[in-house]
């Protein structure tokens, strides 16, 4: 079972969509719903930018453009 990265609740089936990135490159899963939309206000996305590094597995001394 996958864990909505918004609220960090369990994702039951066909509740979850994938919120996709591009840098770093990752397919983020989240609830369907609330949680969807909310991953588009761009200071939360700034505010969790570490979690998402992590979440990507990617090396955080990655230089990016």
Known sequence: MRKC????S????K???IFPL???YVNIWV?????????Y???YL?????????YAGTDTKIKRK
Not at 10 to 13: A, C, H, Q, T, W
Not at 31 to 39: G, Q, S, T
Request: glycine letters at 6%; one cysteine or more; aromatic letters at 12%.
């Open 10 to 13: 369990d994702i039951l089936e």
């Open 46 to 54: 700034q505010d969790n930018y570490q979690r998402i590094l992590d």
């Open 31 to 39: 609830h369907r719903e609330i949680c969807f939309d909310a991953m």
């Open 22 to 24: 591009d840098k770093p």
């Open 5 to 8: 990265f918004y609220c960090g």
């Open 15 to 17: 509740e979850g969509k």
């Open 41 to 43: 206000d761009e200071k």
